[in-house]
Every structure is written in structure tokens, then in C-alpha cells.
Nanobody, 120 residues
Framework: QVQLVESGGGSVQTGGSLRLSCAVSEFTYCMAWFRQAPGKEREGVAYITSGGSTNYAISVKGRFTISQDNAKNTLYLQMNSLKPEDTAMYYC?????????????????WGKGTLVTISS
């Protein structure tokens, strides 16, 4: 059973930074971060493949960086220049597929989330 545990959420002011971590019991080909703001659907933020390829949602490109540490079995999301619209519950997700996508339906395993709040 794949297990994912997020950490690193918190409350910061606009323009600040946070780094989210996700401890993973096993890496798969595709690992991603999603987020869900109150009253909105869960959306893909970024993914990384086992080969290191990455893809980002347009709303976070240039501000967020996804990375992985194979030795620590940990997935990261470095978030800079944070905006109030980045406020959401952030989820780590893994796909058991041999391809990668930011679509919610493409993920097979989910963490419980970590809350990020950005104040203006």
C-alpha cells in the first residue's frame, strides 16, 4: 500500500515562500502536487517523472519548483512569490501509470493534504 504524508504547509504573507514535503513509501513514474481551494475543484499544480521531466500549471510557472530526493523518498514543492490565490489545501499524488498528466483522474494515490494560507 503506497503511503504519502505531506508537511510544510502554513500561513505566510504575500510574496513569501514555503516548501512543501511529501514522504512517499515508494516512488512511481509520475508524482505530482495538486491543490484545492475552498469551493473549487482540485487542480494539478506540477508533476515530475522518474526521469526528472517536469510540467507546471500556467498559474504557478516560474514561481513553483517541483523536485524529488530519491535517497529520502521525498517529493518537494518549493513555492516562491506566493499570492493570496495560492491559498488552498495542497495534496501530494502518485500515478501508477507509465505516463504523466496534471489531470485529477490520472492519479492513483493521494496524501491527506497540507494547508497553505497566504495573507495580503
Amino acid at each position: 500500500q503506497v503511503q504519502l504524508v505531506e508537511s510544510g504547509g502554513g500561513s505566510v504573507q504575500t510574496g513569501g515562500s514555503l516548501r512543501l514535503s511529501c514522504a512517499v513509501s515508494e516512488f512511481t513514474y509520475c508524482m505530482a502536487w495538486f491543490r484545492q481551494a475552498p469551493g473549487k475543484e482540485r487542480e494539478g499544480v506540477a508533476y515530475i517523472t522518474s526521469g526528472g521531466s517536469t510540467n507546471y500549471a500556467i498559474s504557478v510557472k516560474g514561481r513553483f519548483t517541483i523536485s524529488q530526493d530519491n535517497a529520502k523518498n521525498t517529493l518537494y514543492l518549493q513555492m516562491n512569490s506566493l499570492k493570496p490565490e495560492d491559498t488552498a489545501m495542497y495534496y501530494c499524488a502518485l500515478s501508477a501509470r507509465s505516463w504523466c498528466s496534471l489531470a485529477y483522474s490520472s492519479m492513483d494515490y493521494w496524501g491527506k493534504g497540507t494547508l497553505v494560507t497566504i495573507s495580503s
